[in-house]
Nanobody, 123 residues
Framework: EVQLVESGGGLVQPGGSLRLSCAASGFLFSMYGMAWVRQAPGKGLEWVATISNGGDDTYYADSVKGRFTISRDNPKNTLYLQLDSLRTEDTAIYYC????????????????RGQGTQVTVSS
């Protein structure tokens, strides 16, 4: 059974940084591309970033490009998302996902996901 457990969220001021983690189990992590998505209050799921199984290829939504960095540690079965230069509009619950598929653009179609971790950006 796929299990994904996110952590690292919190309250941060605009311009601040956070590092999210996602501990994966129940599948061969190193064989799969992984992704982060988020859901802002009152809105649907938004794809944020995708990373290939080996970590060589990364893709980002335009809204986070240049500010967020996705990475992974395959021996530790862990996915990361570094969030820098945070804005109030980045406030959301962040989920890691083992995608159903990854589009040619790099965008991920959400599959199994964890319970999420709340990121709140506010002064």
């Amino acid at each position: 059974e796929v299990q994904l457990v996110e952590s690292g969220g919190g309250l941060v001021q605009p311009g601040g940084s956070l590092r999210l983690s996602c501990a994966a189990s129940g599948f061969l992590f190193s064989m799969y591309g992984m992704a982060w998505v988020r859901q802002a209050p009152g809105k649907g799921l938004e794809w944020v970033a995708t990373i290939s199984n080996g970590g060589d290829d990364t893709y980002y939504a335009d809204s986070v490009k240049g500010r967020f960095t996705i990475s992974r540690d395959n021996p530790k079965n862990t996915l990361y998302l570094q969030l820098d230069s945070l804005r109030t509009e980045d406030t959301a619950i962040y989920y890691c996902t083992k995608p159903v598929r990854i589009e040619s653009s790099g965008a991920a179609v959400v599959g199994s996901r964890g319970q999420g971790t709340q990121v709140t950006v506010s002064s």
